[in-house]
Nanobody, 115 residues
Framework: QVQLVESGGGLVQPGGSLRLSCEAS????????MGWYRQAPGKERELVAS???????TYTDSVKGRFTISGDVAKNTVYLQMNSLKPEDMAIYYC?????????WGQGTLVTVSS
């Protein structure tokens, strides 16, 4: 059974940094895109950043210049370096991946930004 395993969430003060990690475990067909979504209480899930197998990246406007997505999609791993965190970044962050045939989600990791 294929799973996306996330780690790295936690509590951080405003202005601080966290690094999220995600790895696909199990036998899986070729992953084309990996990314991070987040969902804050009372809000819809939104795409934060994504990276393609070719290394192309996208970011939602609110995190540009503060967050960096990296990893090796060919090795089924992705990271999200989050700097200058703000209270509005507080959410459950989900790893996501797309193959030609399916979409996978991680279980989510909580990021809390509070003083």
């Amino acid at each position: 059974q294929v799973q996306l395993v996330e780690s790295g969430g936690g509590l951080v003060q405003p202005g601080g940094s966290l690094r999220l990690s995600c790895e696909a475990s199990g036998r899986i067909e070729t992953i084309l895109v990996m990314g991070w979504y987040r969902q804050a209480p009372g809000k819809e899930r939104e795409l934060v950043a994504s990276i393609t197998r070719g290394g192309g990246t996208t970011y939602t406007d609110s995190v540009k210049g503060r967050f960096t997505i990296s990893g090796d999609v060919a090795k089924n791993t992705v990271y999200l370096q989050m700097n200058s965190l703000k209270p509005e970044d507080m959410a459950i962050y989900y790893c996501n991946s797309h193959t030609r045939y399916r979409e996978l989600w991680g279980q989510g990791t909580l990021v809390t930004v509070s003083s």
